[in-house]
């Protein structure tokens, strides 16, 4: 059974990663949620990134904001794909996690998606998984296929909207 992780910093994360919890279980990808902290869970944070593997994991998404260095410490511990998603979290407007979770030093990657991006890490952690588990895969094409429906029809819609006024 196909299994991520979702950490992240602080419980006042939690609505902000949710969408990423909702895209796993469209893509019946099994997961588990925990908070973790950097900082202030810096054991947990390493004991968890060494045991993930042995624990069934196949990627780790990551979410925290202001000095946002969760994702780049589990992936400093783990030979597993870390995702992040910076939260915007203070009065920077989201640009302080998110320059603290992109710009790792060479040899340690992390694959930060956007500010508040929940769903896009959880769609890439699918992306992943979906090289090994061809349903996953198939999956994602049934998604890519209906948001493009969704803008053709958009477009169909819109056009017949402007013609009527
Ligand atoms: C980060 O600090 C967390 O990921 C959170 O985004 C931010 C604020 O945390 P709290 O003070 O609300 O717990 O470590």
Do not use: W
């Amino acid at each position: 059974m196909p299994k991520v992780a979702i950490l992240m910093g602080s419980k006042s994360d939690f609505s902000i990663v949710q969408p990423a919890v909702e895209s796993l279980k469209h893509f019946k990808i099994d997961y588990e949620v925990r908070i973790i902290s950097a900082h202030r869970t810096p054991d947990i944070a390493k004991e968890f990134s060494q045991s993930a593997i042995d624990n069934g994991f196949e990627a780790i998404i990551c979410a925290a904001g202001k000095a946002a260095h969760l994702a780049g410490v589990v992936a400093a511990y783990t030979t597993l794909p870390v995702i992040a998603i910076p939260i915007l979290s203070s009065t920077f407007s989201g640009l302080d996690s998110l320059l603290s979770t992109v710009q790792m030093p060479s040899g340690v990657p992390v694959a930060t998606v956007a500010v508040n991006g929940a769903e896009n890490a959880a769609i890439l952690a699918a992306q992943i998984l979906g090289i090994k588990y061809p349903h996953i895969q198939k999956m994602l094409s049934t998604f890519k296929e209906e948001m493009k429906q969704k803008v053709v029809n958009d477009d169909i819609l819109l056009n017949q909207e402007l013609k009527n006024n």
